[in-house]
């Protein structure tokens, strides 16, 4: 029997036609008729779309509707194979355990390379079988065994590649025995053999044939075409394949109503240039598919246009676009579960009850469930803020990678670790897999506690759905140890009831496969529809978008596959590259006959790589055509694009980060700090508003998750070590190398007394860079201490009544530490030396800068610290010099540069400091300067985008951090 091919014209959606088509040929008086019909659609998505229109239909004509049965290309065999398994079909769980129990340690490190001694340890066999699993079924689907593999690959290629082949085939042999042990079949063996063995016409006979309609199915698996045309051969069934094409299209098409790939891949799409855009980077691309909709808009219904993502870095900027416009979407693909809350808040969980690193514990204290592991503690509730907060001093503090030794101080810390510990008490213990159950149900349930789930809210959905999955996981595995019956010599080596699994094992299994499954979409009617590329062919919106049309994505390439080169793919009849690009031409030829559709591609990725355009839209019907749209992504094409956006003042679309920017609120403060640090009068010359951010509201940017000690911490460290100069005795600073040794050796002390034996790899590298500096030092000290000066006062702190500064708006306190107060022996002269470490050399010219006036040239002041030294020192009853001393990380610039101002211009910086100083007292933090720095989440306090980051950090600016302050 021949199959028979309908053509359906691509002047409109296909779908529609069909059911159309369905209509006509299918009613009978009252009743619109289709139960006898299977029809088989590529995506469930259009089996979902293509029965809403039916039962539309069948409204409209007061019909009754008895519907057909909607299948996936991926499901067919098994309908056509129906009710011939000796056994019930294995579920994908299911072969995935029979593969773990398949797979020997010696084998797995001959096909995908071993640990230590060749050997893998147990944990890593669920991560091998899915991967085992995954070959399996890929090679099955072109109709072939592992062992016809090795046969191709000893006829055409290295003879050497085929010996992991015929491994994996004795593997397979394994797995079919142990599901035929718990009264389970292999689907991909059931097929072989069922085309391999002889089936006469009256066998087949016995049932009647099944009716099945194929929909635009143009690439099924070599497996399905064999079983479909031996059913047809046999008579099991009545075949009509709906073709997306006209009539005249029939020779690019085989008589399944598959694409003859060799007919496609060097045809041209039929585009009009208008319909290719060129932007420059994926945010970009965003930004034009909205203002496409908004146009779009203006005219038609929300379900009546869809935007298609081909390239992930795309969905981001997307979805944070719409929302911000509040355009509701929907991502017709839904949610992996893997991507939901509860799932990340058991994985961190128990990976940091294994492994105690400090970034799972950071995560899990962020989870809106860990209030459930705190509620079996004694010592009250604590809320999570609370936990939060305690959590991020802890790491600004300590730097820890690992988490051990946690000090007193931190008592919401030590709760939540104590919690954790006695929740996942017993499961570093090992035993076979079935023995596993109760425990497993018993951690789940305690981990959750009371936890109350809002079906109301997403959250609460997602929840209640990864929870159904982990139900049905956990029942599957465990099914599948106890159905293992008891025998003496197992089917393979390493069978689950010998492997010994420790409860981290296990659960990471139970997790792994509750996070593949997918959370549909929530249903909204008036919701843009997010679609991928293979969807797209039996979408029925009449106006597309479509993103990221770049080589690569569209086409997809796959060219780094190591059991799957493009060769082997060819060779064995699966899909390579080449039947990939058919597909893709074809779709993009079928949506631009019969919708309204727009083509986007970037020039470069967001990491600034360059990228090609996609083949199906730059080949052209002649060379010039194509050497045009080529031009149209050069980087220095002068080739003006023909479709620009113009952005208008509410609506910039162009980039990004506009949808993050807004003015700041003027301050209304009636009185400012009565006392200030001597550096804050730096950030208020920078920009007053700066000044209010930090030193009225006290806003400053947690570092929690750093790897790393920031510059002021480092400079802190490095002053401490060296406040221990007066502390040593002569003999200690005279000798440069015995010096270096004192300060070495403190240094190391007190790292291990503050941070601990776990701190951060980042930090150890730190402390090795200050050493370094530290042996720098010691050279200048000896050589300061020669030319006859002693260290008099180190850290030495004003407070309280120590620096007072008269303004028009009152007295103004003053505080700072002073570094040192050096005399000389000799001439009884005193400096006041301040320390900058930092990466280059500073010096006192730094902190200001020449500016003209009438008068002749004078200084312009950025920043008052040394000469607010200067006015303690006199105040106080002494002369001092002023200098800085810096300690980069080259010996070169250490050194000491002494302040050569003149009393006059010490007085004006003191003057500016009153000036200064009133108008903090007053509460006059307004308007923010124009050309001020901010950095990190900061900048968002002062109208910048958290996506547009500055380009020099403060710390680059003024050459160092303030550690003063």
């Not at 009256?202 to 698996?221: G, H, K, N, S, Y």
């Not at 991507?339 to 995560?363: M, N, P, T, W």
């Not at 019956?485 to 390493?494: I, Q, T």
Request: proline share 5%; charged share 25%; hydrophobic share 40%.
């Amino acid at each position: 029997m021949q199959p028979q091919r309908v053509f359906i014209n691509w002047d409109n959606p296909f779908l529609p036609q069909v059911a159309s088509w369905l209509f006509v040929n299918y009613t009978r008086e009252d009743e619109f008729d289709l139960s006898g019909l299977k029809l088989v659609l590529s995506t469930s998505r259009a089996g979902r779309r293509l029965l809403e229109i039916l039962t539309k239909i069948a409204s409209e004509k007061g019909l009754r509707l008895l519907p057909p049965r909607i299948i996936s290309v991926g499901e067919l065999p098994e309908i056509i194979l129906e009710g011939r398994h000796q056994f019930p079909a294995a579920n994908q769980l299911e072969r995935r355990m029979a593969w773990i129990a398949a797979l020997d340690f010696e084998d797995c490190a001959g096909i995908w390379g071993g640990g230590e001694g060749g050997k893998i340890d147990a944990a890593a066999l669920p991560r091998y079988a899915a991967m085992a699993e995954r070959l399996y079924a890929e090679v099955s689907g072109a109709g072939l065994r592992f062992s016809d593999v090795a046969e191709l690959i000893r006829e055409n290629c290295d003879r050497a590649e085929d010996v992991r082949w015929e491994v994996l085939s004795v593997l397979s042999e394994r797995m079919r025995q142990e599901l035929e042990q718990i009264g389970r079949s292999d689907i991909h063996h059931e097929r072989i053999t069922f085309l391999e063995r002889e089936v006469s016409v009256t066998e087949a006979e016995v049932r009647p044939p099944q009716e099945i309609f194929l929909l635009a199915t143009i690439d099924m698996p070599e497996i399905t075409r064999r079983l479909l045309r031996r059913s047809l051969e046999t008579a099991a069934v009545n075949l009509r394949s709906f073709v997306f094409a006209p009539q005249s299209c029939a020779s690019v098409f085989d008589d399944l109503g598959c694409l003859v790939s060799e007919s496609w891949i060097d045809r041209a799409v039929p585009l009009s240039r208008e319909r290719i855009i060129a932007v420059q980077d994926p945010a970009s691309e965003a930004a034009v598919a909205v203002k496409l909709i908004a146009d779009w808009a203006r005219n038609c219904r929300a379900d009546e246009c869809a935007i298609a993502i081909c390239d992930d870095e795309v969905e981001f900027y997307l979805a944070e676009m719409l929302t911000e416009r509040e355009v509701a979407f929907r991502i017709a693909r839904g949610k992996p579960l893997a991507g939901v809350e509860i799932h990340k808040f058991f994985s961190c969980l128990l990976r940091f009850a294994e492994q105690r690193l400090y970034q799972d514990f950071s995560r899990l204290v962020r989870s809106p469930f860990v209030a459930a592991l705190l509620e079996a503690e004694e010592g009250g509730s604590v809320a999570r803020g609370q936990l939060i907060s305690e959590t991020d001093k802890f790491s600004e503090r300590l730097l820890p990678m690992l988490l051990h030794g946690i000090p007193s101080d931190f008592p919401f810390v030590r709760r939540l670790v104590r919690r954790v510990d006695d929740l996942c008490q017993g499961l570093s213990s090992s035993r076979p897999l079935s023995l596993w159950e109760a425990d497993v149900r018993s951690f789940l349930c305690r981990a959750l506690g009371e936890s109350q789930v809002e079906t109301s809210s997403v959250l609460g959905r997602q929840t209640i759905a990864y929870l159904e999955a982990l139900e049905n996981s956990l029942s599957a595995i465990f099914h599948f140890g106890q159905s293992l019956p008891d025998r003496e010599v197992p089917v393979a080596a390493n069978c689950t009831e010998n492997i010994a699994f420790n409860g981290f094992q296990v659960l990471g299994l139970l997790l792994g496969e509750a996070s593949m499954a997918i959370l549909p979409p929530e249903a909204d009617i008036e919701a843009i529809e997010i679609l991928g590329w293979l969807e797209l062919l039996l979408d029925d919106n009449p106006r597309l978008v479509v993103t990221g049309v770049n080589e690569g994505k569209v086409p997809e390439s796959l060219s780094s596959d190591e059991f799957f080169p493009d060769s082997i793919r060819r060779l064995a009849g699966m899909t390579d590259n080449d039947s990939r690009l058919a597909r893709d031409v074809y779709i993009a030829t079928a949506l631009s006959f019969s919708r309204d559709v727009y083509f986007i591609a970037a020039k470069q990725s967001i990491a600034g790589d360059p990228l090609l355009p996609g083949r199906i839209i730059v080949r052209g019907e002649t060379d010039q055509e194509t050497s045009e749209r080529v031009r149209m992504f050069s980087a220095d094409s002068s080739l003006r694009v023909p479709w620009q956006i113009e952005p208008c003042p509410d609506e910039s679309l162009v980039r990004a980060q506009s949808s993050y920017h807004w003015q700041p609120c003027k301050p209304e403060v009636e009185q400012g700090p009565a006392v200030v640090s001597v550096t804050a009068f730096r950030d208020y010359l920078d920009c007053p508003y700066k000044f209010y951010l930090r030193h009225v509201l006290r806003l400053e940017e947690s570092r929690e998750g750093a790897k790393e000690l920031d510059l002021a911490a480092f400079g802190t460290l490095a002053h401490e070590v060296l406040a221990i100069l007066p502390q040593l005795s002569a003999k200690d600073t005279a000798n440069t190398q015995w010096l270096s040794v004192c300060l070495v050796s403190y240094l190391r002390e007190l790292v291990e007394k503050r941070f601990g034996r776990h701190v951060e790899p980042g930090v150890y590298l730190q402390v090795e860079q200050l050493v370094r500096r530290l042996h720098w030092f010691a050279n200048w000290q000896v050589e300061w201490q020669q030319d006859g000066w002693v260290i008099e006062q180190v850290e030495h702190e004003f407070r309280n009544a120590g620096c007072i500064l008269d303004t028009d708006a009152g007295a103004l306190q003053v505080r700072g530490r002073i570094d040192r107060i050096d005399r000389n022996l000799r001439s009884g002269e005193r400096l006041i030396i301040d320390y900058k470490i930092g990466d280059k050399a500073v010096s006192p010219l730094d902190a200001v800068r020449r500016k003209k006036s009438e008068s002749g040239s004078s200084l312009q002041w950025k920043d008052l610290q040394l000469p607010l030294y200067w006015h303690y020192a006199r105040t106080t009853g002494f002369d001092a010099g002023l200098g800085l001393l810096s300690i980069p990380g080259a010996e070169e610039g250490i050194k000491l540069v002494r302040a050569e101002w003149s009393e006059d211009e010490l007085l004006e910086a003191l003057e500016l400091a009153r000036t200064v100083g009133a108008k903090i007292l007053r509460g006059e933090f307004w308007p923010p300067s124009p050309t001020t720095v901010l950095y990190g989440r900061m900048s968002f306090f002062y109208g910048k985008g958290i996506v547009e980051e500055a380009s020099v950090t403060e710390v680059d600016k003024e050459g160092e951090a303030s550690v003063n302050a």
